[in-house]
């Protein structure tokens, strides 16, 4: 039994309203377990409760369970259709229902969801609870642990998923915000994993754990760019492949930190696009943040180890923000 606020007052609602407007029987705007609100909902915001759906009067088949409470998703009578899980009368189906078939709607209009042979809005419950934006007679954003199948079927997605399109594990299209999706390049769904867990192959993009591009890549921190490959491979010069050897004039293979990368020999620097290795030159006196730089003037190396050569090539500092990636200590502008 819920309360509602009677001048000040928490004064409780009639027995079986979960939520309600008033102390009224027909001011009820959620019912308990086992109890379903009338069909006048749509029309006031808040109806009596009623008692759940049972195969005999006037539905067929009791073919979903919200909250704890059945609701019919085919009616008896061809020219009855569910809304919002109770059988109402053809009367109400052009608002609701574009097109029914054997007592079950098979398409809704734009103010209703089509849900398992019904219509629901997501201004009522149990449409509310399930639906967070609807359009097109469909639900296109679901609440909570719940999903919702191209044909209308609702699923009841892995605990862990805030959204799916299927149960199970691998199925989730929205996380929890103190987890990541992971999912495979391209794909739409994946698995709630935590962020410390995107590692091996994968790397953090906003809320997603996304796979390296580079084949043999074992961490990146962007989809080109590798940090560190498996096994005895190295990092390319320009980050962006793994080498069984390192070739190039210049170009010698080395373990910093244990990491295996190709770089330059002592004396020489990778160019700012990392295709080659170049001699450096001491920079302009209005670059500080920089300790070498090319012919033309740009940052090939920051005076801090910790630093990265900023986007626009004169200048170093941590991080590359936020629309930027870091590849071998300079920051390019993400695609």
Known sequence: ????????????????????????????????????????????????????????????????????????????????YPLNGVCIPNTQKDAYCTNKANGACTTCSGAAFLMNGGCYTTEHYPGSTICDKQAGGKCEKTKKEYGISDDGKLLECDPTCLGCTAPGPGRCTRCPSDKLLKRASGAATGSCIDPNACVDGYYADGDACLPCATPGCKTCGHASFCTECAGELFVS?????????????????????????????????????????????????????????????RCLLCAASNHNIQTDQRTCAEGCGARASSNQGVCHKNS
Not at 238 to 263: A, F, H, I, M, Y
């Open 1 to 80: 039994m819920g309360l509602y606020n009677s001048s000040g007052t928490c004064t409780p609602c009639t027995d079986s309203c979960a939520v309600c407007k008033d102390g009224k029987s027909t001011g009820c705007q959620q019912c308990s377990p086992g109890k379903v609100l009338e069909p006048s909902v749509v029309a006031n915001g808040n109806a009596k409760c009623v008692d759940e759906c049972a195969v005999g009067d006037d539905c067929a088949e009791c073919g979903i369970t919200i909250d704890g409470s059945r609701y019919c998703t085919r009616c008896k009578d061809s020219n009855m």
């Open 237 to 297: 010069l320009d980050g962006q492949s793994c080498l069984g050897e390192c070739t190039g004039d210049k170009v010698v293979g080395e373990v910093p930190g244990g990491v295996r990368r190709c770089w330059c020999e002592r004396g020489f620097l990778p160019a700012l696009d990392r295709s080659e290795c170049v001699l450096p030159t001491e920079c302009p006196p209005d670059m500080p943040s920089c300790a070498a730089c090319d012919t033309s003037g």
